[in-house]
């Protein structure tokens, strides 16, 4: 059988492609122990906080069924009143990552807007399978609300943003927030966001072997988070956002992936949905990007355009 075609990647992002996917490798379940022990490029270091400004807090805070969660805390060392609250939820495929994956993200609306962040350490899959990891951060989340006064968050201004993995857990946080009636969000911020757990998507077969998260890591990291329930029709929204029929009431939303992803079809059906049912959205699908290629490939054009396009939407949520 004949591949289908695929968009292609990026010129720019295509260069890089070969030393990134080295560092990316395709994902088996025997893998992830190796992946847990490996240092991603897209950790935030001590030196880059430290080159912005920011200040860093540890914490334990409670997560779901009572278990202990640590947490960090990212403010600017001149922060002394209530500004705007980023939820700041890692990725890592649900199965790997650590808490300052994909920081450096958002450490520039710490730096523009005086906000604070919160991210938290949700348990990973597979010893930690469905519902942990999103029940996690909607506990995460709420503490961060409880506390808002004490962190110098505005509870009027707080998102939730994730990337990958953290972007399908950002989701089904909002979701949880929703239906829980609570805590309220002024927005969720999608980077390129793992949603649905199907492999059904025309992206998905297109990507199965080019790229970064490709879709057999795709499965792997389903497959540790739900089990046999993968793909049936026993899955939770909150697990596998894209399953969700009814968006309404929910947050703005602002979703970004690459053209030549495996989570492209996903991600656009999402905002899509979302319009359906009377959210608002705001999506950018920006052509030939691999996924996490603004993380992978902060020097090129298009991952400086979609950052740019990013930090925008930030400034003006935070404006209001």
Same mark, same amino acid.
């Given at each position: 059988? /004949?591949?289908?075609?695929?968009?292609?990647?990026?010129?720019?992002?295509?260069?890089?492609?070969?030393?990134? /996917?080295?560092?990316?490798?395709?994902?088996?379940?025997?893998?992830?122990?190796?992946?847990?022990?490996?240092?991603?490029?897209?950790?935030?270091?001590?030196?880059?906080?430290? #080159?912005?400004?920011?200040?860093?807090?540890?914490?334990?805070?409670?997560?779901?069924?009572?278990? /202990?969660?640590?947490?960090?805390?990212?403010?600017?060392?001149?922060?002394?009143?209530?500004?705007?609250?980023?939820?700041? &939820?890692?990725?890592?495929?649900?199965? #790997?990552?650590?808490?300052?994956?994909?920081?450096?993200?958002?450490?520039?609306?710490?730096?523009?807007h005086d906000a604070v962040a919160v991210t938290v350490e949700y348990r990973l899959a597979p010893e930690h399978p469905d519902p942990y990891p999103v029940e996690d951060c909607y506990a995460g989340l709420l503490w961060t609300a409880d506390h808002a006064a004490e962190l110098g968050i505005d509870?009027?201004?707080?998102?939730?943003?994730?990337?990958?993995?953290?972007?399908? &857990?950002?989701?089904?946080?909002?979701?949880?927030?929703?239906?829980?009636?609570?805590?309220?969000?002024?927005?969720?911020?999608?980077? !390129?966001?793992? &949603?649905?757990? =199907?492999?059904?998507?025309?992206?998905?077969?297109?990507?199965?072997?080019?790229?970064?998260?490709?879709?057999?890591?795709?499965?792997?990291?389903?497959?540790?988070?739900?089990?046999?329930?993968?793909?049936?029709?026993?899955?939770? $929204?909150?697990?596998?956002?894209?399953?969700?029929?009814? &968006?309404?009431?929910?947050?703005?939303?602002? $979703?970004? !992936?690459?053209? #030549?992803?495996?989570?492209?079809?996903?991600?656009?059906?999402?905002?899509?949905?979302?319009?359906?049912?009377?959210?608002?959205?705001?999506?950018?699908?920006?052509?030939?990007?691999?996924?996490?290629?603004?993380?992978?490939?902060?020097?090129?054009? $298009? #991952?400086?355009?979609?950052?740019?396009?990013?930090?925008?939407?930030?400034? =003006?949520?935070?404006?209001?």
């Amino acid at each position: 059988m /004949s591949r289908p075609a695929r968009p292609a990647f990026d010129p720019e992002l295509d260069a890089v492609l070969a030393t990134v /996917s080295e560092q990316v490798p395709t994902v088996t379940l025997d893998m992830i122990p190796a992946l847990r022990a490996a240092t991603l490029p897209i950790d935030a270091t001590g030196a880059d906080l430290e #080159a912005a400004g920011v200040t860093r807090r540890e914490l334990t805070i409670e997560g779901y069924d009572g278990a /202990s969660l640590q947490a960090t805390v990212l403010a600017r060392s001149d922060h002394s009143h209530a500004g705007p609250g980023i939820y700041h &939820l890692h990725g890592g495929g649900m199965i #790997a990552g650590d808490r300052m994956v994909g920081v450096d993200q958002v450490v520039p609306w710490i730096v523009e807007h005086d906000a604070v962040a919160v991210t938290v350490e949700y348990r990973l899959a597979p010893e930690h399978p469905d519902p942990y990891p999103v029940e996690d951060c909607y506990a995460g989340l709420l503490w961060t609300a409880d506390h808002a006064a004490e962190l110098g968050i505005d509870p009027g201004r707080l998102i939730v943003a994730g990337a990958s993995a953290g972007g399908g &857990l950002a989701a089904g946080t909002a979701l949880l927030a929703r239906d829980r009636k609570g805590p309220a969000l002024a927005g969720q911020l999608l980077i !390129c966001p793992m &949603l649905d757990d =199907r492999d059904d998507t025309a992206s998905t077969v297109q990507y199965d072997d080019a790229g970064t998260w490709v879709r057999e890591s795709n499965r792997t990291g389903w497959t540790a988070l739900l089990g046999e329930r993968r793909g049936t029709d026993d899955v939770s $929204i909150y697990a596998a956002p894209a399953r969700a029929t009814d &968006l309404g009431g929910l947050p703005p939303a602002f $979703i970004d !992936c690459g053209s #030549a992803e495996v989570f492209r079809d996903e991600d656009v059906a999402y905002a899509t949905g979302l319009w359906r049912d009377g959210s608002q959205a705001e999506l950018h699908v920006w052509p030939g990007g691999f996924h996490g290629f603004d993380m992978l490939a902060p020097h090129t054009a $298009i #991952a400086q355009a979609a950052t740019a396009a990013r930090n925008a939407w930030v400034a =003006r949520l935070f404006a209001h």
